[in-house]
């Protein structure tokens, strides 16, 4: 590895690190860097996955503050991501990649239907509780599995996970959007986790672009954090369709 490639692996890792923390598909700037440097798929993917751990973890440190509050739901809520990430990652290593290729960017923009149009049916899922005696604290019913398939993707891909995961959370949970996006990042960090457990014990590891990767992301998850508590709800809103839109062409490109 050269130190060009270092250089890129490394910046690459703060840039997605930042794009998790604020949004997600932090992926698509790291999966194509290492692609463009002769990793392969599988292990470009995997060595990703791991790597992006750590930044996860500091993102949602970033983000404590907007935790606070909400252990019971993010218990909850963790079992579904454990499950679906364990899931997704076991589907990465047994089936062909083009099994996903139709149904990922679906997946993208039904996440970006439901982030424009979740302030709207939020309040009329709201208003249909509050008649039944208002949503719990963990949600609609439909939440749980909606998020234990968000991690089977994000088990096995992960790139625009944030965008689902911010579109379930918005729609079903009664809270605000910053908190949503905490949340998001404790459950793609989970997803990210037990996916990475799994990758670590059954398939091959770059630890060389695992480590770039990770170094980067956690300052990545720092800066991200500082950006994204900062935006308006319209503002974060705004950015995550981007980001989203910008997900979806590159995968249709490809």
Known sequence: ????????????????????????SGTLITFPTLLAFGVPPVTANVSNTIGLVPGSVSGAI?????????????LRLASASLLGGTAG???????????????????????????????????RVAARAESRGGLPEHGAWWVWPAVALAGVYGGYFGAAQGVLLVAILGIGVA??????????????????????????????VDWAVAGLIAAGSIVGGQIGASVGRRLPPLVLRGVIVVVGVVALVVLLAD
Do not use: C
Request: charged share 10%; no cysteine.
């Open 175 to 204: 809270d605000s959007l910053q908190r949503h996006n905490a949340t998001k990042n404790v459950l793609a960090g989970l997803v990210n986790a037990i996916a990475a457990a799994v990758f670590i014990v059954v398939a091959h």
């Open 1 to 24: 590895m050269t130190w060009f490639e270092v250089v890129a692996i490394l910046l690459a890792g703060v840039a997605a690190g930042t794009i998790n923390t604020v949004v997600g």
């Open 89 to 123: 990652a076991v589907l990465l290593l047994v089936l062909p990649s083009a099994a996903f290729d139709a149904i990922v960017p679906a997946l993208i923009g039904l996440g970006l239907v439901l982030v424009v149009t979740g302030p709207w049916i939020s309040r």
């Open 62 to 74: 970033g983000y404590r503050r907007e935790l606070a509050g909400q252990r019971s739901r993010l």
